[in-house]
């Protein structure tokens, strides 16, 4: 008789406890995200005109820099996952290079952000000038925040990586920190094309 | 180089293109009603990779895999609605 075994695993990658937070932020955006989608409703030329201020240019780049991070981490935590007793300084050395260059895309995410608020900020656009310009600054202000943390937690998963820290059949703590990376990557693939793109 | 690993990389230029292909529509104001169904059902591919691939729930059971889809589903589609109901 053939029993039907599953080899799905029993719990996602990393800590449960992450997913939590996860699940929280989930909600929280995607109440960001149809408060704007249905707020549009009631002026669309304002929301149309108001979205023609913000740099089409700077989102898209944005968004190649975090789908691009998002692919390195994932890199890294193969290095990790894949590691044997063996091979344990050449896979953190290896995923210490990959998760680098995550952080620098991170960064580069930041850098342009600052460079986008300053221009719009600069324009003397703030949170009471419309509707639209209230949720562009929500969103994309919340999200910005998520990617200096996610960044900072980047940095101490490469701190360990950079002390061999990371042991075979180790890998929660950096399966974790990527769970977060991607959703805050995640986040930013609706954010990009609702507030940037579609009129 | 593993499969594995030739998977990701595709699943990278997939999202890249997808991605490209969204700030054309932008930045060619070619958006029009059509096209915003279009751009939504590109912005979910986007996603599903994101959560299959890179978050690595394809591996896991279908119950945590399906949190994010359908989240995914959900919010596309309100928006989708957002945007196709006719204005009072």
């Given at each position: 008789m053939s029993k039907n075994i599953s080899l799905k695993e029993?719990?996602?990658?990393?800590?449960l406890a992450i997913w939590v937070i996860i699940y929280v932020e989930f909600i929280t955006f995607a109440l960001l995200f149809l408060g704007y989608a249905?707020?549009?409703r009631l002026d669309v030329e304002l929301f149309?005109?108001?979205?023609?201020?913000?740099?089409?240019?700077?989102g898209f780049v944005n968004t190649i820099i975090l789908i691009t991070s998002s692919y390195f981490v994932v890199k890294a935590v193969h290095s990790i996952?894949?590691?044997?007793?063996?091979?344990q300084q050449e896979s953190?050395?290896?995923?210490?290079?990959?998760?680098?260059?995550?952080i620098v895309c991170g960064l580069a995410f930041i850098t342009i952000k600052i460079t986008e608020f300053s221009?719009?900020?600069?324009?003397?656009?703030?949170?009471s000038t419309n509707r639209y310009f209230m949720f562009y600054i929500m969103l994309t202000v919340f999200h910005f925040l998520h990617v200096v943390l996610g960044s900072g937690i980047l940095f101490l998963i490469y701190k360990k990586t950079k002390i061999n820290g990371y042991l075979p059949n180790d890998s929660k703590g950096i399966e974790t920190g990527a769970s977060y990376w991607h959703m805050v990557d995640l986040l930013w693939i609706v954010l990009f094309p609702l507030v940037y793109i579609i009129r | 180089m593993t499969k594995i690993t030739r998977t990701l990389e595709y699943i990278w230029i997939v999202l890249i293109i997808l991605t490209i292909f969204a700030y054309f529509l932008g930045y060619f104001k070619y958006i029009s009603t059509p096209l915003v169904a279009v751009l939504l059902i590109t912005t979910f591919i986007k996603g599903q990779l994101v959560i299959d691939y890179f978050m690595d729930l394809k591996k896991v059971r279908l119950k945590y895999r399906l949190i994010p889809i359908l989240w995914l589903i959900i919010v596309l589609s309100l928006i989708a609605t957002a945007y196709y109901l006719p204005l009072s």
């Open positions: 029993a719990y996602p990658p990393g800590d249905f707020s549009r149309n005109a108001s979205q023609s201020v913000v740099s089409q240019t700077s996952k894949n590691m044997t007793k063996e091979t953190n050395k290896e995923a210490s290079k990959w998760l680098l260059f995550a221009n719009i900020f600069g324009m003397g656009i703030n949170l | -």
